[in-house]
T-cell receptor, first 117, second 111 residues
């Protein structure tokens, strides 16, 4: 099925450990992004990409790295996990330019619940 | 002040009631999105609006660009509508595609 595949669904890390959250889409979307969702706050943008080889920082980029070597994949790396990175992470993709229906929407991955202890 | 404000934060309704969720924003936008997040956590797109009104089944979304306001209506609400509804705007400034999110409205529909 076409969509955004996000793995893993759950992860527990110890402080200082590193890990990579995977995100892959098969819709040929130019735009991909990572958000974190914390209680009482809206989703906040961590990093985004508008095409292979192009990435940029969002609102809360510290402690995270991304790369976009292919159109399909957009992994998020936690360099040295901290308890403040305990959150639910979502990957989302879309066409960069607004397009006529029905191809307008954003497609979200199912989320990764990360706990850093 | 948040750039996207939703009201109410929480809403409890009886099955069959007409429901309205409001969204106000303070930036110039190219589009506004309504999203639904179910208790399991998955997020799905419901609507994208740049003007006027859209309808899908029992859901209706409207936007007033001059007033920077949008509403999501649910007619004949049902317990399966229980979810968090999120308003997000695609700002005209900055890079293509980034969304600014409201904090969401948690809807609970009782049978």
């Amino acid at each position: 099925n076409a969509g955004v595949t996000q793995t893993p669904k759950f992860q527990v890390l110890k402080t200082g450990q590193s890990m990579t959250l995977q995100c892959a889409q098969d819709m040929n979307h130019e735009y991909m992004s990572w958000y974190r969702q914390d209680p009482g706050m809206g989703l906040r943008l961590i990093h985004y990409s508008v095409g292979a080889g192009i990435t940029d920082q969002g609102e809360v980029p510290n402690g995270y790295n991304v790369s976009r070597s292919t159109t399909e994949d957009f992994p998020l790396r936690l360099l040295s996990a901290a308890p403040s990175q305990t959150s639910v992470y979502f990957c989302a993709s879309s066409y960069s330019k607004l397009r006529p229906l029905p191809r307008w929407g954003y497609t979200f991955g199912s989320g990764t619940r990360l706990t850093v202890v | 002040k948040n750039e996207v404000e939703q009201s109410p934060q929480n809403l409890t309704a009886q099955e069959g009631e007409f429901i309205t969720i409001n969204c106000s924003y303070s930036v110039g936008i190219s589009a506004l999105h309504w999203l639904q997040q179910h208790p399991g956590g998955g997020i799905v797109s419901l609507f994208m609006l740049s003007s006027g009104k859209k309808k899908h089944g029992r859901l209706i979304a409207t936007i007033n660009i001059q007033e920077k306001h949008s509403s999501l209506h649910i007619t004949a609400s049902h317990p399966r509508d229980s979810a968090v509804y999120i308003c997000a705007v695609r700002s005209r400034r900055g890079s293509q595609g980034n969304l600014i999110f409201g904090k969401g409205t948690k809807l609970s529909v009782k049978p």
